[in-house]
């Protein structure tokens, strides 16, 4: 069996995915800091002692995705520090910090922005993306883990892994013209060396989603698609070219919506060439008005009215349950909507 737990991670994403007996696991994202104590650590140490986190793999450095994983990582760099068992062995860890996607794509371009970050430009949350994403890097070296194991350069579209207990994972985004533009982009903000446009480019929220990774999780005939905050028309073209979407849509058993169901990064298409059985919204709708009820409108629309499927929300938000009742009208899907607890989906019979 495959359990696929998504954890309250507020408004960020935390997914914790387990088979054989707990004794292997995938971990993708932590959410913000304080998801660490409230529910990845605790998850985390009910593991096996001889469990192992065959990817810890972070979609993008945002706080809401980033800021538990590096409460994990100090976690366990204090124990090897202080010679203590540690909570978890980490087999892999994945991420693209969007200096490395620059630096694959055009050496040299990735210490202009680093600059311009320690002049105190960008502030705010965008600074703060790379200050985290630098700490991830820090951490994964004195943790011993090599980088983005076993491709050894930014993780992207095609790449895949075979994993102990018939568990795959295929990396659906980003894809390499996304990772192109993006450098080039960067490449001709420090052409200008001028520090505006530099800061600029950095400010342009588009670049740490054009880095998020999105993956496809198979486990036997069973299928997760996990989007982190990628666009929707890349996750389809990712699809598209690992050649998982045939003429109908893709047959998921579970599909995290990207970017906690912002209608920014999905549109009817994505819906209608994407089914599943489960659908997850990981927000609360508190910081960001997430999910947009557009989103809801095109995701029950592109299914059949006596369709069954369930949409699960990690959290209940006031602004949609009144839309959602109006949708349920005349239609089969149920919906779980938690309050702050921990939604899992179980995937294959018990004892697989
Ligand atoms: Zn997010």
Redesign the pocket.
């Known amino acids: 069996m495959l359990a696929v737990e998504f954890l309250n991670a507020h408004?960020?994403?935390c997914v914790v995915l387990t088979w054989a007996g707990d004794r292997h696991a995938i971990l993708v994202d932590g959410g913000p800091s304080k998801v660490y104590d409230q529910a990845l650590r605790p998850r985390l140490a009910a593991l096996p002692r001889s469990a192992s986190v065959e990817i810890v793999c972070v979609t993008h450095v945002?706080d809401?995705?980033v800021a538990g994983v590096i409460r994990l990582l100090n976690e366990l760099n204090r124990s090897r520090r202080d010679g203590e068992a540690p909570l978890v062995r980490i087999e892999r860890l994945w991420f693209n910090s969007v200096d490395d996607v620059a630096e694959a794509v055009a050496p040299g371009v990735s210490s202009a922005p680093w600059l311009a970050t320690e002049r105190g430009q960008p502030s705010g949350t965008v600074g703060a993306s790379y200050r985290q994403g630098r700490e991830v890097h820090r951490l994964r070296s004195a943790l011993q883990l090599t980088g983005n194991a076993p491709f050894d350069r930014v993780v992207r579209q095609g790449d895949s892994v075979q994993l102990p207990g018939d568990v795959h994972v295929d990396v659906i985004a980003p894809d390499q013209p996304a990772l192109t533009a993006l450098a080039k982009k960067w490449r001709a903000a420090e052409q200008a060396k001028n520090p505006a446009v530099i800061a600029a480019a950095i400010e342009d929220r588009s670049a740490p989603n054009l880095s998020s990774i999105c993956l496809l999780v198979t486990y036997g005939e069973r299928t997760v698609l996990l989007t982190g905050?990628a666009r929707g028309d890349h996750v389809l073209s990712g699809l598209a070219s690992g050649g998982f979407l045939g003429d109908g849509p893709l047959l998921a058993d579970v599909l995290k919506l990207p970017?906690?169901g912002s209608a920014k990064n999905v549109s009817p298409e994505f819906f209608r060439r994407i089914h599943a059985s489960h659908y997850v919204i990981s927000t609360d709708g508190r910081k960001h008005p997430h999910p947009d009820p557009r989103t809801l409108t095109w995701l029950v629309e592109s299914r059949s009215p006596t369709d069954y499927y369930t949409i699960h929300f990690t959290n209940p938000v006031a602004a949609v349950t009144g839309h959602l009742e109006e949708l349920r009208k005349g239609r089969s899907f149920e919906t779980n909507l938690l309050q702050g607890r921990t939604v899992v989906i179980k995937l294959g019979a018990p004892a697989e």
């Open positions: 408004h960020g994403d945002d809401d995705h905050d970017h906690h």
